[in-house]
């Protein structure tokens, strides 16, 4: 008799006395006849199908389903039973979908569904599994897309590695012939065999519909055909990784992993791979004494978005509103854990080694800032504040967006290389993204053309938090502001000279306690009011440019060619454009730019610089410091967004003006960059962790067009 009991509460719903009777009088029988087997998993099936999933469950399985911070997710089967009788890997097809709360209660009917299967219920009786001593769980976990992808598994004298390009369920979907490597157990490759690498899968564009198939096949192309899909150097920090994990989970025999598409890959010194399932069999084993599985795998402690890469382990720090503190109170050295870090507070990441916060997304200003110092960040880890306690040792994972108790991490590597020159010339100018003249010595020797953006309100953070605004416009205050700024600026000056700075004024808002500063009176809306800080940036720009001539300017989020105007009399009334090789930018991140760029040239701007991330969250209408928005696939690779930018360059190109691109775009969507090129993008201007990755992207996307 089929024991409910031991069934999720699904499952109650699910099976009706009918349906039970017939697969426990079927179970009974010895009868082999392939009909009354496909009869009766067909009509379980039918019952799962037409099962009504309670909105409450849907619901509360999506909010946890949205800490993955994945915009798709996979689903696969198991089955839990006392004793381990026999392993079959691969033996069921798992399920694909988008985050969203439809989609994902589908998937979850269509995972439950394979546990019945025909050929489901013909191994169970041949196995011999007794149905009342059966459990039933569906694993989901996040989908991310794939460079590479396989599985391992491990003999005693002997690894063996297969893999497959792009996601993984070409190859546990038996689509593909892999990529065979064995390995002894000091990681000698002992044997090596190709396969067909002909097809693959990767994640479509997300257009809105949640309900749409997330996977689509493509074939790679020609080079990639032709070679190895794991090199040797991946392949030794594939190694590494697994004999990390056997250090302390040595019973496991099978595992797979990934390589994501957003990782450094084989221009690093270390690949990344990333791990998401250990001995998945056919059956999970439970202890008779007991059910608890935890030495199967080390859970998290605590899942976020990954936002600055980089590990460490160190004592946490826990602060509800940094606003509560004096943030010299905070110690050196420890993991903050707070709900943000608003700008006015940046400079308190100079002190830390690691940053959880649970908001914000990967443009917040205090991932900006973590990035550019090295320190290692994730954003949207939700009750983070509550999870971890102050004075816990914890180990911080940056690269995957992480948080394990101290004994439980598995490496602390750091793939990140940036001195180093690729190979090839690009004719696109690489320029980098900087505000903290702490970052100046690592950045410098990089190889860049200039800095694309000076963020001015992240490098006067500390400087602004101190006193209101209002105090430094007056007296010796307002002499403080300038020489401090003078000396600031010198640092980039000398140190780029002569390649050119873009310095940024200043961004901010005449109400920073406003609701929305987006649509605030920020940006050069501010110095219509007030322009007295913005007097004194320029006053500064001043003096640097008498003993530096690599200096420029852009104006901050530019609403109006007025706006425009006004800041133009400024700069001609000091008399910064009469240095030759002086240039007035502006940003483009306000859309009425679109419209209004052949107007902004013929009253004096002589370049442009696009923002993506305020352009996308007003393209959009959405707030870029909420990360389910871009996980909906409102973001930077949206259709309306790429139209976008590919106008701006166009319009840039008509008017005789440089266009340069400096948010966070091009990092975060790799595959922009060939269409910026494409497009005829003069310069692009990114982080300094991205630098490398995107310098070898313009030089395949040059080599591409020629």
């Given at each position: 008799?089929?024991?409910?009991?031991?069934?999720?509460?699904?499952?109650?719903?699910?099976?009706?006395?009918?349906?039970?009777?017939?697969?426990?009088?079927?179970?009974?029988?010895?009868?082999?006849?392939?009909?009354?087997?496909?009869?009766?998993?067909?009509?379980?099936?039918?019952?799962?199908?037409?099962?009504?999933?309670?909105?409450?469950?849907?619901?509360?399985?999506?909010?946890?389903?949205?800490?993955?911070?994945?915009?798709?997710?996979?689903?696969?089967?198991?089955?839990?039973?006392?004793?381990?009788?026999?392993?079959?890997?691969?033996?069921?097809?798992?399920?694909?979908?988008?985050?969203?709360?439809?989609?994902?209660?589908?998937?979850?009917?269509?995972?439950?569904?394979?546990?019945?299967?025909?050929?489901?219920?013909?191994?169970?009786?041949?196995?011999?599994?007794?149905?009342?001593?059966?459990?039933?769980?569906?694993?989901?976990?996040?989908?991310?897309?794939?460079?590479?992808?396989?599985?391992?598994?491990?003999?005693?004298?002997?690894?063996?590695?297969?893999?497959?390009?792009?996601?993984?369920?070409?190859?546990?979907?038996?689509?593909?012939?892999?990529?065979?490597?064995?390995?002894?157990?000091?990681?000698?490759?002992?044997?090596?065999?190709?396969?067909?690498?002909?097809?693959?899968?990767?994640?479509?564009?997300?257009?809105?519909?949640?309900?749409?198939?997330?996977?689509?096949?493509?074939?790679?192309?020609?080079?990639?055909?032709?070679?190895?899909?794991?090199?040797?150097?991946?392949?030794?920090?594939?190694?590494?990784?697994?004999?990390?994990?056997?250090?302390?989970?040595?019973?496991?025999?099978?595992?797979?992993?990934?390589?994501?598409?957003?990782?450094?890959?084989?221009?690093?010194?270390?690949?990344?791979?990333?791990?998401?399932?250990?001995?998945?069999?056919?059956?999970?084993?439970?202890?008779?004494?007991?059910?608890?599985?935890?030495?199967?795998?080390?859970?998290?402690?605590?899942?976020?978005?990954?936002?600055?890469?980089?590990?460490?382990?160190?004592?946490?720090?826990?602060?509800?509103?940094?606003?509560?503190?004096?943030?010299?109170?905070?110690?050196?050295?420890?993991?903050?854990?707070?709900?943000?870090?608003?700008?006015?507070?940046?400079?308190?990441?100079?002190?830390?080694?690691?940053?959880?916060?649970?908001?914000?997304?990967?443009?917040?200003?205090?991932?900006?800032?973590?990035?550019?110092?090295?320190?290692?960040?994730?954003?949207?880890?939700?009750?983070?504040?509550?999870?971890?306690?102050?004075?816990?040792?914890?180990?911080?994972?940056?690269?995957?967006?992480?948080?394990?108790?101290?004994?439980?991490?598995?490496?602390?590597?750091?793939?990140?290389?940036?001195?180093?020159?690729?190979?090839?010339?690009?004719?696109?100018?690489?320029?980098?993204?900087?505000?903290?003249?702490?970052?100046?010595?690592?950045?410098?020797?990089?190889?860049?053309?200039?800095?694309?953006?000076?963020?001015?309100?992240?490098?006067?953070?500390?400087?602004?938090?101190?006193?209101?605004?209002?105090?430094?416009?007056?007296?010796?205050?307002?002499?403080?502001?300038?020489?401090?700024?003078?000396?600031?600026?010198?640092?980039?000056?000398?140190?780029?000279?002569?390649?050119?700075?873009?310095?940024?004024?200043?961004?901010?808002?005449?109400?920073?306690?406003?609701?929305?500063?987006?649509?605030?009176?920020r940006g050069t809306y501010r110095y219509l009011f007030d322009p007295n800080l913005f007097d004194l940036e320029l006053e500064a720009l001043l003096t640097v440019s008498q003993q530096h001539d690599n200096f420029n300017l852009i104006l901050p989020f530019v609403r109006s060619v007025a706006e425009?105007?006004?800041?133009?009399?400024?700069?001609?009334?000091?008399?910064?454009?009469?240095?030759?090789?002086?240039?007035?930018?502006?940003?483009?991140?306000?859309?009425?730019?679109?419209?209004?760029?052949?107007?902004?040239?013929?009253?004096?701007?002589?370049g442009v610089a696009i923002g993506t991330n305020d352009l996308t969250q007003l393209l959009l209408g959405i707030d870029r410091e909420q990360a389910h928005f871009s996980q909906q696939g409102l973001n930077a690779s949206h259709p309306a967004v790429e139209l976008a930018i590919a106008q701006i360059?166009?319009?840039?190109?008509?008017?005789?003006?440089?266009?340069?691109?400096?948010?966070?775009?091009?990092?975060?969507?790799?595959?922009l960059v060939s269409k910026l090129v494409k497009w005829g993008i003069t310069s692009i201007s990114v982080e300094p962790q991205a630098v490398q990755n995107t310098y070898k992207a313009i030089a395949d996307a040059e080599r591409r067009l020629q």
């Amino acid at each position: 008799m089929l024991d409910k009991d031991l069934l999720p509460e699904f499952f109650k719903l699910v099976f009706s006395d009918s349906i039970d009777s017939l697969l426990t009088s079927w179970w009974q029988t010895d009868t082999n006849d392939n009909l009354v087997l496909q009869s009766v998993a067909r009509r379980i099936e039918q019952a799962i199908a037409a099962a009504i999933f309670p909105q409450a469950w849907q619901e509360e399985i999506f909010r946890a389903a949205l800490k993955f911070n994945s915009q798709a997710l996979v689903l696969s089967p198991y089955l839990i039973v006392p004793d381990e009788t026999q392993s079959i890997v691969g033996f069921w097809r798992s399920q694909t979908c988008w985050l969203d709360p439809v989609a994902l209660a589908s998937a979850i009917k269509k995972t439950w569904q394979e546990l019945f299967t025909a050929k489901s219920l013909f191994y169970y009786r041949r196995l011999g599994l007794s149905m009342d001593k059966v459990g039933m769980a569906v694993s989901i976990q996040p989908l991310k897309d794939s460079r590479a992808s396989g599985t391992v598994e491990i003999d005693s004298d002997l690894i063996r590695i297969w893999a497959t390009e792009g996601l993984i369920q070409s190859l546990l979907w038996g689509e593909v012939q892999l990529d065979t490597y064995e390995l002894n157990p000091t990681g000698k490759i002992v044997a090596k065999k190709p396969g067909n690498k002909n097809y693959a899968y990767r994640l479509k564009n997300f257009t809105g519909d949640g309900t749409a198939n997330c996977l689509e096949a493509y074939m790679p192309d020609e080079a990639g055909a032709e070679t190895d899909i794991l090199n040797a150097k991946e392949i030794a920090s594939l190694y590494r990784s697994i004999t990390a994990i056997l250090h302390y989970q040595p019973q496991v025999k099978y595992m797979e992993w990934n390589q994501p598409i957003t990782d450094a890959g084989r221009n690093a010194n270390e690949a990344q791979f990333y791990f998401s399932k250990f001995d998945d069999k056919l059956l999970w084993t439970v202890d008779k004494q007991t059910s608890d599985r935890s030495n199967v795998a080390n859970p998290p402690l605590l899942i976020g978005l990954a936002a600055s890469a980089g590990n460490i382990k160190a004592p946490a720090t826990v602060i509800a509103d940094l606003n509560s503190i004096a943030l010299e109170a905070i110690p050196s050295g420890s993991i903050l854990v707070t709900k943000n870090v608003p700008p006015e507070q940046i400079s308190i990441i100079k002190r830390i080694a690691g940053i959880i916060l649970e908001e914000g997304g990967i443009t917040s200003h205090g991932a900006i800032v973590a990035r550019e110092l090295e320190i290692p960040a994730i954003v949207a880890a939700a009750n983070a504040t509550k999870i971890i306690a102050s004075g816990q040792k914890i180990f911080l994972d940056g690269d995957i967006g992480e948080v394990h108790r101290e004994e439980q991490h598995f490496s602390s590597s750091k793939a990140i290389a940036k001195t180093s020159k690729p190979e090839g010339n690009i004719t696109t100018k690489l320029m980098v993204n900087l505000s903290q003249p702490e970052a100046i010595n690592e950045v410098v020797n990089l190889p860049v053309e200039g800095v694309g953006l000076l963020r001015s309100e992240l490098m006067l953070s500390q400087l602004l938090a101190s006193e209101p605004l209002e105090a430094w416009q007056q007296g010796a205050k307002r002499s403080q502001f300038r020489d401090t700024l003078i000396t600031l600026l010198k640092q980039f000056a000398s140190a780029f000279a002569p390649r050119p700075v873009f310095y940024r004024s200043l961004d901010l808002s005449a109400n920073p306690t406003a609701i929305n500063p987006i649509v605030s009176s920020r940006g050069t809306y501010r110095y219509l009011f007030d322009p007295n800080l913005f007097d004194l940036e320029l006053e500064a720009l001043l003096t640097v440019s008498q003993q530096h001539d690599n200096f420029n300017l852009i104006l901050p989020f530019v609403r109006s060619v007025a706006e425009f105007e006004f800041c133009r009399d400024r700069v001609e009334y000091i008399g910064l454009n009469k240095h030759s090789s002086f240039r007035l930018w502006i940003m483009a991140e306000v859309p009425s730019v679109l419209f209004l760029l052949p107007q902004y040239v013929r009253a004096g701007v002589r370049g442009v610089a696009i923002g993506t991330n305020d352009l996308t969250q007003l393209l959009l209408g959405i707030d870029r410091e909420q990360a389910h928005f871009s996980q909906q696939g409102l973001n930077a690779s949206h259709p309306a967004v790429e139209l976008a930018i590919a106008q701006i360059i166009q319009t840039a190109k008509a008017n005789n003006i440089p266009c340069s691109i400096c948010g966070q775009a091009p990092v975060v969507y790799p595959e922009l960059v060939s269409k910026l090129v494409k497009w005829g993008i003069t310069s692009i201007s990114v982080e300094p962790q991205a630098v490398q990755n995107t310098y070898k992207a313009i030089a395949d996307a040059e080599r591409r067009l020629q």
